[in-house]
Structure formats: C-alpha cells, structure tokens
C-alpha cells in the first residue's frame, strides 16, 4: 500500500514533530510525512499561489531561508493527502486577555476589574478567532486543512522570571480557566469546521492545566531552523510533544499508530 | 435717483454670509464661516460625548482628530473591535448607548446622585436588559442582579467622566419618548422595542415642547455644574429623521416639528450663556446647497461624505482639521477619518421600522 502523504506546514512550532520524525516514521510507518516551516512572521505572510504555499515571493530572505531549512522555497500541496498547520493562537491570547482584563459578571470572581457580559466575552472570543481563522482560510485557499494551535506555553511561564509570560500565567490561577479553555475550543472548532478545517486540540496527556502544557515538554526543545540548537524557553516544545501531537492528528485522519 | 447715490439699508454692508446668494448659493454646501466658536476646542480639551445616535460620528471624527475624548470605559486589552463596538465601549465617554432626549439625560445625572428609574430591569425571553441602555447588551444579561451590578459600576464611571470633562458635546436627537406614567422615568426606547412590553396603562407616550426641554437642561446643567463648576457645553441638533412617531402625525411634520423644538431649544441655551455653543449639523446636513440628496436611499440615513463635511466644518473652525480645505470647500464624495457611516451607528430607534404597517414600502 502505497502510505499517504502527509504535509505538516507551520511556524518555528513544526519543530516539536520535526525531531520527532524518526518516531512519528516509527510509530506511523503508513504515513509518508514531509515538514514545512516557516518563522511565524513569515508564515503570516506565506500563501498559496498557483498550487505552491510559500513564504512572501519579493521576500528574497524569507525564501532563502525557506530554502535553506525545508530544501524548498515553497511547497507543493495539492500533493498531499492530509494537511496539518500548527502555530497560529488563532484568537487564544486575545481571548485570555480579555478574560483577564475584566470580571465577567456571570461568573463568581470579582477582582474589582470592569464587569464584562458572558455574551461579550463569548462575542469577543468568536471576533478574534475568526479573524486569525479568516485569515487561515485566505492563506491556503480551498485546501483541506487539519489545525492544531502553537502548543501552549508550560507552567515554567507562570512563575515571575525570564520566563514569566501572560497572559497564559494568569490562567494558572484564574477559578474559570477551565471554563474559558472548554469556550474557547468549542468555538474554535466551530469556527474552523464552517471555513472547512479541522481542529486538532493539543493533547491531554500534554496539558497541565488549562491553557498550560506540562513543564516536561518544554525541556530540550530545539530550533526548527538548525539542527541541535536547544531553545528551552518553555514556548517551544519537544520531541515527545510533537510525536504526541502528531499522534492526534493520526487518529483524526484515522490513521493511528501501529505500534 | 440721481446718479453716485444710493438708498440706505441695513442690509448694505453685510458680509456674503448674511445672503443666500453667496451664502448657500454658489458656495460650498460646508461654508466655512457658517461657524464661529464661542470657546476654542483643541486637542487638550477633555471632551465628553453623549447623545442620539448621529453623536457617534461627532465623537468618532474628534477622536480621529486627536481630541482628547473622554473614554471612562474603554475596550480593554483583548476585546475587539466590532466586539467592542456592538456592547457599547468607546461608542460614547461611557457605556450609556444614545441619549436621545434631553430628559434622559437629566434622568441619568439624577441616577448618578442616587435617584432610582422606574422599571429599571426589562425582561425577554428569559433575558434581562437594562432599561436605561438597552442597546448595549445586545443580548442580554442572565440575571436581574447583573443589570444592576453592571448598571451600578457604569454610573460611577459616568460620574468620573462627567467630572474630569472641560465639555460636553450633545447631539439632540428627539423629543418623542416613552415614560413610565406613575413616576415620569423616561427610557430611550419603546418598551417592547428591544425588551420589555408595551403596557398603556404603565407606559405612556410624551412629545416634549420647547419649555419642558428647557427646563430639563436648566436642571441637568445646575447638576452637573454642582460637579464640575468649569463645564461648557457645545450643541448639536441631529439631522437624522424620526424612525416613527406616535404623536399621531403624519412621521414627516413630526420630524420638522421634533428638529424645530431641539433648534429653537438650542438657539435660547446658546443665547443665554457664554459656557453654552451651538454647532449647526442640522442646517449643514439639510443645506439646500448640496448637488445630491445628503441622505442615502433610505432617506434617513447621512451620507458618510456629508458627515465628514460636516465634521471637517467644525474642525476646520477650531484649527484641527487635518487638512485644511476650508477656501475650497470639501468635495462632495469625501469621506474622512473616524467617519462612521450611519448604517454602522448604533440607533435603537430604527428598530421602530419592523413595527410598520405589513406592505409599506
């Protein structure tokens, strides 16, 4: 049988799969996956044109870079089989600000912050992923997609430090985290299933706590770009991350490990 | 007559701007000295914003001209904007939604000192609106208790900005209103509009005339005054028409009727004090001058290009426009910065038109 090609394309986050390549090859030995990376500001500007998906064409550096790291400028994908894009926060920071920035009067918790509606909230987290999934939807066309979001940070961000990082920290301590993450990945996957794309959500065995990835995957993380530059800052994953992503990502395809 | 002399009259001598021909014949549709401020506005001036809804394009274009418009409940870092426009923030200095009569506004001061509305909290389909400002909550809230939670938190933030400004800009927008008949509580919409139910014998319909109006700014100036000694104040009548009137006219006189009570209301108040200005955007909307109707098909609605003439008119004449094309005039297709366009205002009052006859156009 022939295995189906699988194109995983994304931001400085395709990183975590990409050195779990050998295990992923292991584990899926039915898929025949090929990386696409570009760094994230160039990634928003990287689109399809005429079948090929690549960075900004005037661009010069960004496709020499896409050249030097991925051994193409752009990427065929009408090719594939399957599409998985990781890195977009489609929305999730806007949203955890706003949750931070206001009590919303539903809930119990008042922090003395300006009361904002349970209906403002929920319109402010359907504006902000939809434009970060419009603009998704515009970068490659009609293509089927599968989207996992940029893994969320570990718990080592939550800590005051260098890698203290909000607005995800305070989630650590905020008493409707787990209600906000269950909102936020109902209408993210709504969102993404009426623009033809399906959502990937990180997985539980990788999550700490809502919005939080356990501080284990964060340790060993490595630049996309280079091959054994360690980037430890808790933003970026590992390998084992990354194979547990793409695991997920099998069993959406219905394609799950054989081992 | 003999020749080199020439009868007397009070009219030789007056400058182009007393006569029609030159005045609005054969001039711009935006005269530039239509205008002359009583009291400079620059971009220092705190200014407070409230009104119908055409004051939403007043506080936008100020905002887009750098003046330092009072915002006591702004969108905060994450909401976004069509979010935060659709719930009211940064539409006004506060989330009150339109005002669009004298006596709500009084009534609102009044609240702020602790006067208590009547009917505060309308019901629909298990939500809750609060009477007062329905339009900001566009869906609703879950409980009683979070109308007045949220409603209580609103008002201390209105009485901050009341107190910080140096001026209120106030668009008058109708004088038609809903009042709840025991105890006179006005709302700035029918009930039953949004939320609520229209019952006649709890609500009944007022029309306000010129001396009740005047009256109603007598009192909400002496209550405000009481907070902020140094308040000015800069009058606009909106040029928008009624939605729909039930004083039993025909809508078209009721509109002239409306907008002649709110220009003369206007004309008195700013005959009467140094601290109180009238800015013309009716008579700039409805100018005559203008090559194409200044309303879009619906005839109600102001075309963005005519808005931001009005807008460059007053911000021309107090220096801040951003280019200044006074000498020329404004083309008639322009639209300018921080134009809202009237079909993206929020107007509650609109809403009146699904109340029409089945069949009307």
């Not at chain 1, 390549?21 to 696409?36: G, M, Q």
């Not at chain 1, 689109?47 to 960075?55: M, T, V, Y």
């Not at chain 1, 623009?195 to 964060?218: H, K, N, W, Y």
Request: net charge negative; glycine share 8%; with cysteine.
């Amino acid at each position: 049988m022939t295995p189906a090609k699988i194109a995983v394309v994304g931001t400085s986050n395709i990183g975590a799969m990409k050195y779990a390549e050998a295990r992923i090859a292991a584990d899926h030995p039915s898929l025949d996956v090929t990386f696409y990376g570009l760094p994230g500001g160039k990634f928003d500007e990287a689109r399809l044109i005429d079948g090929q998906f690549g960075p900004d064409r005037a661009d010069t550096g960004a496709m020499k870079l896409a050249r030097r790291v991925n051994g193409t400028a752009t990427i065929d994908l009408a090719a594939f089989d399957h599409i998985l894009v990781i890195g977009d926060t489609l929305g999730m920071p806007a949203t955890l600000w706003t949750a931070i920035s206001y009590d919303i009067a539903d809930w119990p918790l008042r922090r003395d912050l300006p009361l904002l509606s349970l209906p403002g909230f929920l319109s402010a987290m359907t504006e902000s992923i939809a434009l970060r999934a419009d603009h998704l939807r515009a970068q490659f066309g009609t293509l089927p997609l599968h989207v996992a979001l940029a893994p969320y940070p570990t718990t080592a961000v939550v800590p005051p430090g260098p890698l203290h990082q909000q607005p995800y920290a305070a989630m650590a301590t905020h008493p409707h985290a787990a209600q906000i993450h269950t909102a936020f990945r109902d209408a993210l996957t709504a969102a993404l299933q009426a623009r033809g794309m399906i959502f990937v959500p990180q997985p539980d065995e990788t999550i700490a706590q809502p919005f939080l990835t356990r501080e284990p995957f964060g340790h060993g993380s490595l630049d996309f770009r280079a091959d054994g530059r360690l980037l430890n800052d808790h933003r970026h994953m590992n390998a084992d991350f990354g194979a547990s992503l793409f695991a997920a990502f099998a069993v959406a395809i219905a394609s799950p490990s054989q081992t | 007559m003999a020749d080199g002399m020439r009868a007397r009259s009070p009219y030789a001598g007056l400058p182009a701007r007393a006569f029609w021909r030159g005045g609005v014949t054969g001039t711009s549709p935006f005269p530039p000295d239509i205008y002359r401020p009583k009291f400079p506005v620059t971009r220092d001036t705190r200014v407070f914003t409230a009104g119908s809804c055409f004051a939403q394009h007043v506080g936008a274009a100020m905002k887009a001209a750098g003046i330092n418009v009072i915002d006591a409940e702004p969108a905060r870092r994450g909401l976004p904007p069509e979010t935060a426009k659709r719930f009211g923030y940064g539409v006004y200095s506060a989330r009150f939604g339109n005002i669009y009569t004298v006596r709500q506004f009084r009534q609102l001061v009044d609240e702020m000192a602790g006067a208590t509305p009547a009917l505060p909290v309308w019901e629909k389909d298990g939500r809750f609106w609060d009477a007062q400002r329905p339009g900001v909550e566009p869906d609703g809230l879950a409980s009683p208790d979070i109308v007045l939670e949220m409603r209580a938190q609103h008002l201390a933030a209105l009485a901050q900005a009341l107190s910080q400004a140096d001026l209120i800009v106030f668009t008058l927008g109708l004088t038609e209103a809903w009042k709840h008949t025991a105890t006179g509580t006005v709302y700035p919409t029918a009930p039953g509009t949004i939320a609520g139910n229209y019952d006649p014998a709890i609500f009944r319909f007022a029309n306000y005339g010129v001396a009740e109006i005047l009256d109603d700014f007598s009192a909400l100036e002496e209550a405000l005054t009481s907070l902020n000694p140094d308040l000015r104040w800069l009058l606009t009548v909106s040029p928008v028409p009624l939605a729909a009137t039930a004083s039993t006219q025909h809508v078209l006189p009721a509109t002239m009727l409306s907008k002649s009570i709110l220009r003369v209301v206007c004309d008195i108040l700013a005959a009467s004090s140094e601290r109180i200005d009238y800015f013309p955007s009716y008579e700039l909307a409805t100018s005559p001058a203008h090559a194409a109707s200044p309303f879009e098909a619906n005839l109600r609605s102001v075309r963005p290009e005519i808005v931001a003439g009005i807008m460059h008119t007053f911000l021309a004449s107090h220096g801040l426009a951003q280019d200044d094309r006074r000498e020329e005039g404004l083309p008639e297709e322009h639209g300018g910065p921080g134009v809202v366009r009237q079909d993206d205002a929020i107007c509650e009052d609109i809403l009146l038109d699904a109340f029409r006859p089945e069949g009307a156009p």
